[in-house]
């Protein structure tokens, strides 16, 4: 076979969760291909959908890492990094407020602040990038985005005029926003949230109710949170808070919206978009997608499903490869797969499969080789 007609594969994975980053998942299936089918044209494009990962999978693209120093989303000084092309920087939350940043994994839903977040769009304004897509996901607060704002030069007061300080519980006293600091860079750069909920903020689906508990908080303190977010949302603006992704990241989506003039949409579509990925579909006979688990929440909106619709614009079959399926086969091809491949197949212990990803994948890379003759 010549270069020339040699078959071309996608290989556009996000991460297993736990096990292996996008990268790593996409190396492994790509050297599995390559085993069985060495003639064929791999590439490999990992992807995300705005959560952890995000700088990661532009990183991979050949993006232009930048480097800086920011706190974390108890103070702690956290070494980060975004990513950037041109005049336009992607931007991951979680890289620098997320849960995984915390110090020795200990949980502060109270007090934890985004504070971080703010100090990185600010580097990245202060060094001549005018868009800005800020991915959401995995944070380890619950301030509606406060923090954010302050690092960003908006003074949240209370009664009596006073500096309120970082976190979520303090904005139950919130009385006044005085914006007169804020950056002046936000007025020329275009914000964009890459996101993959619709939870406005305020609620019982909203970012209190839903994702606090996941940050340590117990039923008293998600009251006190819903409590200061409804304290912040009548000073900030009550009518952003009902729009879908206000409540995402703790309610950073909604200090996005508010004071930023950000715009909603979905993570994975606009990660696509920038990776140019409709353009890297021309010629290609196979795109290889997938995650950890692939269950009923993949359908609204991760990463594989919009793999796949993105490929499937263009003709092109997806295979999808997971780390475990929930789903019935009638559900997987009513998604838009052609075949879904589960690593538990192979390893049904959680524990080894988890541990021993990176062979498994190989071996079902070789293996979609084979049944699909690359």
């Known amino acids: ?64 890492r930048v480097e800086l120093t920011a706190p974390g989303p108890t103070g702690v000084p956290t070494r980060t990094a975004y990513a950037r092309r041109g005049a336009t920087a992607v931007v991951e939350l979680a890289a620098v407020v997320g849960l995984a940043t915390l110090p020795e994994g200990r949980l502060d839903p109270l007090h934890a602040s985004t504070f971080g977040l703010g100090v990185v769009l600010a580097h990245a304004m202060d060094h001549g990038v005018a868009e800005i897509t800020l991915g959401l996901g995995g944070s380890a607060s619950t301030d ?28 139950t006293r919130a009385a006044r926003l005085d914006c007169s600091g804020l950056h002046s860079g936000v007025a020329s750069t275009s914000f964009t949230l890459a996101c993959d909920v619709d939870n406005p903020l305020l609620g019982p689906t909203g970012a209190a109710a839903v994702y606090a508990p996941q940050k340590g908080a117990g039923p008293a303190e998600v009251e006190v949170l819903e409590s200061a977010l409804a304290t912040w949302a009548e000073l900030v603006g009550s009518g952003f808070a009902r729009q879908p992704g206000a409540g995402a990241a703790g309610g950073t989506g909604f200090g996005a919206l508010a004071v930023l003039g950000a715009r909603v949409r979905s993570g994975i579509e606009v990660v696509l978009e920038l990776l140019e990925f409709p353009d890297l579909l ?93």
């Open 282 to 374: 021309a010629d290609v006979a196979l795109v290889i997608t997938g995650e950890g688990s692939l269950d009923r929440q993949t359908l609204h909106g991760k990463a594989p499903v919009g793999v796949c619709a993105a490929a499937r614009k263009a003709n092109v079959p997806v295979v999808a490869v997971v780390g475990r399926t929930l789903l019935e086969p009638d559900e997987i091809r009513a998604a838009g797969f052609a075949d879904c491949h589960a690593l538990a197949d192979l390893e049904p212990d959680p524990d080894r499969s988890m541990a021993e990803a990176a062979m498994l994948l190989e071996r079902v890379g070789a293996r979609i080789a084979v049944e699909r003759s690359v």
């Open 144 to 171: 509606g985005g406060a923090g954010m704002l302050q690092a960003l030069g908006v003074r949240v007061l209370d009664a009596e005029g006073r500096e309120l300080p970082r976190g979520a519980a303090v904005l």
């Open 1 to 64: 076979m010549t270069r020339a007609s040699a078959t071309r594969v996608i290989v556009a994975p996000d991460k297993f969760k736990g096990s292996l980053t996008a990268p790593e998942v996409a190396a492994a299936l790509a050297a599995g291909l390559r085993r069985a089918a060495p003639d064929a044209e791999v590439r490999q494009v990992p992807v995300a959908d705005g959560g952890d990962g995000t700088v990661e999978a532009f990183l991979a693209a050949g993006w232009t």
